[in-house]
């Protein structure tokens, strides 16, 4: 089962942690991406755990436990059945080494339009993207298609690769600086 597609669990927004107890209890593999954010509230500042992927939860479970998963309290519903929209074991590898050695991933909007590029070196070699916004160190903003959200983290300019400079709009040619959308091939 360990090289099996997860598949994505469209679930109440705020309510993915609840869903991913409902999945411990119900015995199904499940990954719910957090990141660690500081938020100011009134009387102090808190660090908190935010879901990367707001609505979302990855299961990973045979079609005999698909009513199991699909049943579970805060699932929505489970995204098709087509390979496009289930993630592989490699995305979330990747997110999960991103996430355990400190990388900054945070939850981002999907961009469409610049140059296209790829990453060259770290976790996420080999991931192409388009070009936005660039500076000393850059933001990379990677598409997970399957749930068509977005997440952001810090790259060096020397790691990236140019594939296609014709890409870029005309209207966009005089912004000074520049933003990366990745999406997995």
Request: glycine share 6%; with cysteine.
């Amino acid at each position: 089962m360990q090289n099996n597609p997860w598949y994505v669990l469209h679930v109440i927004t705020n309510h993915e942690r609840r869903v991913a107890q409902h999945l411990v209890v119900r015995s199904l593999e499940h990954y719910l991406p957090l990141y660690t954010e500081r938020v100011k509230w009134t009387d102090r500042t808190v660090a908190t755990e935010r879901p990367l992927f707001s609505g979302y939860v990855f299961a990973r479970f045979s079609t005999q436990s698909r009513i199991d998963a699909i049943s579970t309290p805060g699932v929505l519903r489970l995204l098709g059945n087509e390979e496009k929209d289930m993630v592989s074991d490699e995305e979330l590898g990747k997110i999960r080494s991103g996430l355990s050695s400190g990388l900054l991933l945070r939850p981002h909007p999907a961009l469409t339009f610049g140059t296209r590029v790829r990453v060259r070196d770290g976790v996420f070699a080999g991931n192409e993207g388009v070009v936005a916004e660039l500076r000393h160190q850059c933001k990379v903003i990677i598409a997970l298609s399957a749930v068509h959200q977005c997440f952001s983290l810090e790259v060096k300019l020397e790691d990236l690769q140019v594939l296609d400079k014709s890409v870029l709009k005309p209207e966009l040619r005089h912004i000074s600086g520049k933003a990366i959308e990745m999406r997995y091939a």
